[in-house]
């Protein structure tokens, strides 16, 4: 299949279905086996990737079904070398410093078979014809809730043990066929745009694919963690050797489409055109508005349009909605163009 002009992708993961939430808790009470929760885990890709081709995406993945609890908590689990500390506020209204942060006691390894994304992509190429993303956390990601502790002088050098866990599983994604990947990095405030590009150089080193550079905001409960500004990063995050910087632009009402104007002359955009943050239902006139007003600072040819970041934490049917507008939105655009050529 090829592209259409200004395809429509998502950032990875899926708005998961009700008795994916039962089956986890079913697992947790012992009342599931590994080989029930596999079972169910193949189901909700299935749903996942039957619900984005029936909204019409044309870049889909798997739904990331089988990351437990918040995208990177299901990988603390299984990595060696970290202990879990001691949460500190357990009552009350939820918050990021309620998430589980670990210590290094030893140095950082996977286990054999690595951190099981390239077993997620095997499966999803298995069950579609359509053009995909294979996504993976960025080595800030990995490393932005455990302690250094005595082996590692700083979170960048914790980072940069995971940048070398990342390149094992960007190279085994490759040689699964994987020829579209995603790093997703948070824009946390106290590392500098070039020292991001710098990791996410050194996590992509000789991994032969096209790749994109999602930076986040934090979306855990819909609610952002850090300061919603790129300007600090730019341009210095453009050392990045990435083909793709994937942005959020909706739920900052379109600010700082600028810096691309700017800065981003050469490179491809994903842009956010849909806010995961908000239960608004978004129109097609709607996602094709915002798409208009951002190929004011960027060529058809290099944009690609996407959610501001990933439906982890939001309803399926509202995920859906908001796909299919994603998409349609991306038509309506399309034509517009075709009329004017």
């Known amino acids: 299949m090829t592209l259409p002009l200004i395809p429509s992708a998502v ?12 089956a986890v808790k079913a697992s947790e009470a012992g009342e599931f086996g590994p080989g029930d929760l596999e079972e169910m885990f193949d189901d909700a890709a299935d749903t996942a990737i039957r619900d984005m081709e029936t909204a019409g995406v044309d870049i889909i993945t798997d739904g990331e079904v089988r990351r437990l609890d918040g995208y990177v908590d299901s990988y603390y689990a299984i990595i060696k070398g970290i ?53 993976c956390a960025g080595p800030l990601t990995f490393g932005s809730r455990i302690h250094p502790g005595k082996l590692y002088k700083g979170v960048v050098d914790v980072a940069e ?22 790093l997703d990095e948070p824009a946390r405030g ?5 020292e991001m590009a710098r ?4 996590a992509t080193e000789g991994v032969k694919a096209r790749l994109a550079f999602h930076i986040c905001f934090g979306n855990r409960f819909g609610r952002s963690r850090f300061n919603r500004t790129y300007a600090p990063y730019f341009p210095g995050v453009l050392k990045a050797r990435a083909e793709q910087f994937v942005l959020e632009f909706t739920s900052r009402e379109l600010s700082e489409l600028d810096l691309w104007k700017r800065y981003g002359e050469g490179r491809e955009l994903g842009a956010g055109v849909v806010d995961v943050k908000g239960f608004s239902q978004d129109t097609p006139e709607d996602v094709a508005g915002r798409i208009r007003r951002v190929l004011q600072v960027c060529p058809a040819e290099r944009l690609t349009v996407n959610p501001d970041c990933g439906f982890g934490w939001s309803p399926r049917y509202m995920c859906n909605q908001k796909l299919t507008a994603l998409a349609a939105g991306a038509a309506l655009v399309r034509k517009e163009l075709a009329g004017q050529r």
Request: glycine share 12%; aromatic share 12%.
């Open 199 to 202: 990791l996410f150089n050194l």
């Open 190 to 194: 106290n590392v500098s745009g070039e």
């Open 161 to 182: 043990r995971f940048a070398e866990v990342i390149n094992a599983e960007l190279r085994g994604l490759v040689t699964a066929g994987a020829d579209f990947i995603q």
């Open 83 to 135: 202990e879990p500390l001691p949460i500190r506020r357990k009552a009350g209204p939820w918050g990021y410093d309620q998430q589980t942060r670990y210590e290094a006691v030893g140095r950082i390894e996977t286990p054999p078979g690595g951190l099981g994304i390239v077993k997620e992509f095997t499966y999803l190429k298995t069950r579609t014809t359509r053009h995909t993303k294979a996504t």
């Open 11 to 22: 950032i990875g993961s899926h708005g998961k279905p009700g008795w994916w939430f039962a």
